[in-house]
């Protein structure tokens, strides 16, 4: 299985930052790459799609880069409401797998 | 719109068996699939399975194989997924999604949580 490690595991930002998060993959997914963001109580929710493609409806402080094994999500001027915890996912080779998950905490 | 909407919570026994489901309405077209995430308390999401509802055909987690079947009811067009010889490592809420014939959920269902246990 294509194993995903996000770091880092946890972080806390204020509003106004930018943060970013990194997903590796121990082996290339190409660009078959995705983020989640997740939440407490609530079914994930697609931000990201082929490493860079913002999901319709997502806010533009999302943002995307990366191919083969490294990738980041960055979001810019956070928010309150980005309080959540994000997963990356890969889709290039079954079984589809997602990162531990980096939960995102705001001073 | 889309829209997926799951059947309620479950508690079972170890050994039993469980089925959920999840109607789809909205977007009729097909060259989509669904997909069962799961996820246990505190923990992160597992991938289960996918299915083509355009012929049934599915492809399983190996950790899974065996256990579990994913169906398609194209009268209902609701989606299952049973899971069989539970244990009490199956507690977790269980999310179908619906992919837009790219590989990536696009659409989820607001999850079912299964309890397992004596």
């Known amino acids: 299985d294509v194993q995903m490690t996000q770091s880092p595991s946890a972080l806390s930002a204020s509003v106004g930052d930018t943060v970013t998060i990194t997903c590796r993959a121990s082996q290339t997914v190409y660009s078959w790459l995705a983020w989640y963001q997740q939440k407490p109580g609530k079914a994930p929710k697609l931000l990201i799609y082929?490493?860079?493609s913002l999901e319709s409806g997502v806010p533009s402080r999302f943002s995307g880069s990366g191919a083969g094994t490294e990738f980041t999500l960055t979001i810019s001027s956070l928010q309150p409401d980005d309080l959540a915890t994000y997963y990356c996912?890969?889709?290039?080779?079954?079984?589809?797998?997602f990162g531990q998950g980096t939960k995102l905490e705001i001073k | 719109q889309v829209q997926l909407v799951q059947s309620g919570a479950e508690v079972k026994k170890p050994g039993a068996s469980v089925k959920v489901s999840c109607k789809a309405s909205?977007?009729?077209?097909?060259?989509?699939?669904f997909h069962w995430v799961r996820q246990a308390p505190g923990q992160g999401l597992e991938w289960m399975g996918i299915?083509?509802?355009?012929?049934?055909?599915?492809v399983y987690a190996q950790r899974l194989e065996g256990r579990v079947t994913m169906t398609w009811d194209t009268s209902t067009r609701t989606v299952s997924m049973e899971l069989r010889g539970l244990r009490s490592e199956d507690t977790a809420v269980y999310f179908c999604?619906?992919?837009?014939?790219?590989?990536?959920?696009?659409?989820w269902g607001q999850g079912t949580l299964l309890t397992v246990s004596s």
């Open positions: 909205g977007n009729t077209f097909t060259g989509f699939y």
């Open positions: 996912q890969q889709s290039n080779i079954y079984p589809f797998t």
């Open positions: 082929k490493a860079s």
């Open positions: 299915i083509n509802p355009s012929g049934g055909s599915t």
């Open positions: 999604a619906r992919d837009a014939g790219d590989r990536y959920f696009h659409y």
